[in-house]
């Protein structure tokens, strides 16, 4: 079994933003100790030891303390090793210089820094913790310890955002550098403040016409920038593409780790229990947090390597769908491409198959055509 990746959840928070649907809790009377120690006994049961990626995210990582920190980093440096991307999220206001030498001196050679948008209005609105200068001290300390491998995620289409801010930010990155660039369109998910807003009328966002515009501005901004489009969201120089999440996009297999992961073997994939106290007692009391398994089919296997493959600009590969899958992409799906290709929504050549620039735009509804 091919499995090079580790997925290392931290479901802390200083602040929760207004957007955010992600498994976290506020950190303040947390038993942050506790999660730490039942992390660990997870992570111990996990047979293979070397990965060719390792990501912490959450959560916010950079929340921990310092001592919390350098004892998880210290089990895993000797308990894995980690071949070729050591990746670890931050929050520009709590990656201190003191905080980044501890991740520097583990081997973290990665880091993804949570900046969303460069205007500090906006950033309230959204509920984040740092604005502007927080964004340059932390640029700061990355470019003065020497860890030039860092990615910078952003959004569009946030309320109240002009297409000035679009252009501010690509300044922004034009000014800044930064290897990576992870930039979404917001999604208003159910259970977060945004969500009620809009449901009680207090709140708008732009329609879908403003949003594709913008995401156009996006692409052709970041590329006249240098850095090509690898995936619907994504941009790199070269030799920078994320290699830990590609391990997802070509629907490989990985482990994942901490409450409310999941991680995906030969056949099933699996979730963890998301509450923090359920996860620690849990791990406790009978040494296992898995609260669910779900048997994958070929045929689900299948629609998730064409709705994953096809977020990538180079899209899905043909040779490798025929290993895994036995039978080649055009017997499976012909009548569907041939379809979207006269839409001009996917083309194709020998060794590939993938989104033409108009149907990046419209991604969802291509993705959805590849449901057997
Ligand atoms: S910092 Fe990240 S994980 Fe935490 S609330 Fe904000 S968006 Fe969610």
């Not at 070729?84 to 201190?96: G, I, W």
């Not at 208003?188 to 329609?207: L, Q, R």
């Not at 849990?282 to 296992?288: A, I, K, P, R, V």
Request: aromatic letters at 10%.
């Amino acid at each position: 079994m091919k499995m090079d990746s580790l997925y290392i959840h931290i479901p802390f928070c200083n602040r929760i933003c207004t957007y955010c649907d992600f498994n976290k809790v506020l950190i303040k009377n947390q038993p942050v100790d506790e999660y730490i120690d039942a992390l660990i006994q997870e992570l111990s049961q996990i047979e293979i030891r070397t990965f060719k990626t390792i990501f912490v995210g959450g959560g916010t990582p950079t929340a921990l303390t310092v001592s919390q920190l350098d004892r998880l980093l210290v089990f895993i440096n000797k308990t894995f090793i980690v071949t070729h991307e050591f990746s670890f999220e931050a929050n520009p206001d709590e990656l201190t210089e003191e905080k980044l030498n501890v991740l520097n001196a583990h081997g973290v050679n990665r880091i993804s820094l949570g900046i969303q948008t460069f205007n500090n209005e906006l950033l309230k609105v959204l509920g984040r913790t740092h604005q502007l200068d927080d964004i340059y001290n932390s640029i700061n300390h990355l470019n003065k310890i020497g860890l030039s491998n860092y990615s910078i995620d952003l959004m569009y289409n946030l309320p109240g955002e002009s297409t000035g801010d679009i252009e501010d930010s690509l300044k922004h990155v034009e000014m800044i550098r930064p290897k990576h660039v992870s930039w979404y369109s917001l999604i208003i998910e159910p259970h977060t403040v945004f969500y009620n807003k809009i449901k009680a009328g207090k709140m708008k966002i732009a329609d879908d016409s403003i949003e594709q515009k913008k995401y156009e501005r996006v692409m052709e901004g970041l590329t006249a920038l240098g850095y090509p489009q690898y995936e619907i969201s994504n941009f790199a120089e070269e030799a920078f593409e994320s290699m830990h999440n590609k391990t997802y996009w070509k629907n490989e297999y990985y482990y994942g780790a901490g409450a409310g992961s999941h991680g995906y073997t030969p056949g099933r994939r699996y979730y963890n229990i998301k509450p923090v106290n359920h996860y620690i007692n849990t791990m406790n009391e009978t040494g296992s947090v898995v609260k669910e398994v779900i048997e994958i089919s070929d045929k689900e296997r299948m629609e998730e390597e064409m709705f994953l493959g096809l977020r990538m600009n180079k899209g899905v590969n043909k040779t490798r769908f025929k290993e895994k899958f036995g039978s080649d992409i055009e017997s499976v799906y012909g009548s569907v491409i041939n379809e979207l290709e006269n839409k001009n929504l996917i083309a194709g050549n020998d060794d590939y198959i993938a989104l033409t620039k108009h149907g990046r735009i419209v991604g969802n509804e291509v993705f959805s055509e590849f449901l057997l």
